[in-house]
T-cell receptor
Framework: DAKTTQPNSMESNEEEPVHLPCNHSTISGTDYIHWYRQLPSQGPEYVIHGLTSNVNNRMASLAIAEDRKSSTLILHRATLRDAAVYYCILSAYGQNFVFGPGTRLSVLP | DSGVTQTPKHLITATGQRVTLRCSPRSGDLSVYWYQQSLDQGLQFLIQYYNGEERAKGNILERFSAQQFPDLHSELNLSSLELGDSALYFC???????????????FGSGTRLTVV
């Protein structure tokens, strides 16, 4: 399985942008980059995904490095509700999602 | 509400017992996945079913089994329970057989199993 590396934890102040990094130096050309988050006492939920180009949706933005060996999830204005564990996952055709330990994001009021 | 329904939400049982966890996928989804989340192991993939057939197996113990029924709901059976089986069990569903290029999975809110 393709591997990702994320910081164990990060802190942010409310209403400030948050950049969550993910390294995936062994990514292959057909691997998609998915981000999920898990709020306390809930199941993981989809945040965003991409292949090569940067992606935006109502929740976040995904910036993918040109060599695709790293990516960054950007929350434009963190709220208290964004406090969660964020998972960066590589997924290829025929493979199921493998969740690592993720990054625990704390948002300070 | 994600559309994936898991029952029961909480379950407390004794060691050696057998329990059944139930999952109803989101309407129209054909794939069902089971994950186990314990404090020391994180989210571990157990098994996947697609349209009634087993498609992939992960770290699922022999004491555990699952099936997907014609109406697409799935059940995870856990037998000879041990203290270490205490965990959150999540079910997820997706429309396609493989999900890399689309939105991936939709997860339920989980069943918290406590073995005493």
């Amino acid at each position: 399985d393709a591997k990702t590396t994320q910081p164990n934890s990060m802190e942010s102040n409310e209403e400030e942008p948050v950049h969550l990094p993910c390294n995936h130096s062994t990514i292959s050309g057909t691997d998609y980059i998915h981000w999920y988050r898990q709020l306390p006492s809930q199941g993981p939920e989809y945040v965003i995904h991409g292949l090569t180009s940067n992606v935006n949706n109502r929740m976040a933005s995904l910036a993918i490095a040109e060599d695709r060996k790293s990516s960054t999830l950007i929350l434009h204005r963190a709220t208290l509700r964004d406090a969660a564990v964020y998972y960066c996952i590589l997924s290829a055709y025929g493979q199921n999602f493998v969740f690592g330990p993720g990054t625990r994001l704390s948002v300070l009021p | 509400d994600s559309g994936v329904t898991q029952t029961p939400k909480h379950l407390i049982t004794a060691t050696g017992q057998r329990v059944t966890l139930r999952c109803s996928p989101r309407s129209g989804d054909l794939s069902v996945y089971w994950y186990q989340q314990s404090l020391d192991q994180g989210l571990q993939f157990l098994i996947q079913y697609y349209n009634g057939e087993e498609r992939a197996k992960g770290n699922i113990l022999e004491r555990f089994s699952a099936q997907q029924f014609p109406d697409l709901h799935s059940e995870l059976n856990l037998s000879s329970l041990e203290l270490g089986d205490s965990a959150l069990y999540f079910c997820a569903s997706s429309a396609e057989r493989w999900v890399a290029e689309n939105y991936g999975y939709t997860f339920g809110s989980g069943t918290r199993l406590t073995v005493v």
